[in-house]
């Protein structure tokens, strides 16, 4: 009999856990009697670690892990891959927006041969404005990045072991998980499921977050700015010599004086802030490179539940 492993991070979610937690048994129950439970608590400063404790307590099957500090929802999905043992393992959100009803539905279609089985959301039962914030960021990253990754699949899905134990060597700082997932290019497909409505709180990614993890993951996955930065500069020189022939000409030919100062000093001025630019985009992968160069761990774990 397989066994499986659920992951879940954790971000003041205290209102959900209780619901979470029974809905779940009641789903695995019926795959398989060989599961965990792995909630990675991000404090979120809410009680929500003191109810994964009493879980824990309560279930062996449940696993908790707790961060020092916050370190991001894609960080606790990859400290839940490190410290789990299924042979089939499903990620997925805590606010029941991903429903565990649908879970059976995912195992069976990977039996079919996939390695990985995405939760395509066909109705997405969220706020407009985070709908389109959505469909603006996955649109940026497509783009930038050269995927073609579906913007109605979010973080839940199944994946084999296999690619889990191939996730756990990659390890660079800027975490994206259904980014990496994708880049292994294992069979996947996916399945038609349910999206519910949140069950309690409200989502803590707003338009500012999402455009800090856009520019964040194209930094980390794309060379594409650099080159766009490349192609303005070509451009501009193009103009600026042709323009500068067209001058030359009718001074000598045309008998007419070089004026203009007003239009020298914009140009100057449009110039210089495109350097600038691009010295800011050059400057953001410098950085980004010594991130990585320091070979920090990629999370600190505070403390444990029914884990070695």
Not at 30 to 55: A, H, M, P, Q, Y
Not at 93 to 114: H, M, S, T, V
Not at 206 to 215: D, E, H, I, R, S
Request: glycine share 8%; hydrophobic share 40%; aromatic share 14%.
């Amino acid at each position: 009999m397989a066994r499986i492993s659920v992951i879940i991070p954790v971000y003041k979610a205290e209102d959900c856990l209780y619901e979470l937690y029974n809905r779940l048994i009641n789903s695995l129950k019926n795959i398989t009697s060989d599961f965990e439970i792995i909630l990675v608590e991000d404090c979120g400063g809410d009680r929500s670690w003191d109810i994964i404790t009493e879980l824990a307590q309560k279930d062996k099957r449940v696993k908790g892990i707790q961060f020092s500090r916050n370190f991001g929802q894609h960080y606790g999905i990859t400290a839940g891959l490190d410290n789990c043992n299924g042979d089939w393992v499903i990620v997925m959100d805590c606010d029941l927006q991903d429903r565990p009803e649908e879970i059976p539905k995912l195992y069976n279609k990977a039996l079919e041969g996939y390695e990985v089985v995405l939760a395509r959301r066909g109705k997405r039962k969220d706020p407009l404005l985070k709908r389109f914030n959505s469909w603006l960021f996955y649109k940026i990253f497509n783009y930038f990045t050269g995927m073609n990754y579906d913007e109605e699949v979010g973080n839940f899905r199944i994946i084999s072991r296999k690619v889990v134990l191939n996730y756990r060597l990659m390890r660079e700082q800027m975490r994206f998980f259904g980014g990496l997932i994708d880049w292994m290019g294992y069979s996947a497909t996916s399945v038609n499921v349910e999206h519910a409505d949140r069950f309690a709180g409200k989502s803590s990614y707003n338009f500012g977050k999402l455009c800090k993890l856009a520019t964040d993951i194209i930094i980390s996955y794309s060379y594409k700015p650099l080159k766009i930065s490349i192609n303005i500069g070509f451009f501009l020189s193009a103009i600026s010599f042709i323009y500068g022939l067209f001058i030359i000409y009718r001074a000598l030919f045309q008998g007419v004086s070089v004026q203009g100062w007003s239009s020298l000093m914009v140009s100057l001025y449009f110039i210089g802030g495109i350097i600038i630019l691009n010295l800011g985009i050059i400057g953001i992968y410098i950085g980004k490179n010594l991130d990585e160069s320091k070979k920090r761990p990629l999370y600190i774990i505070k403390e444990k539940q029914n884990l070695k």
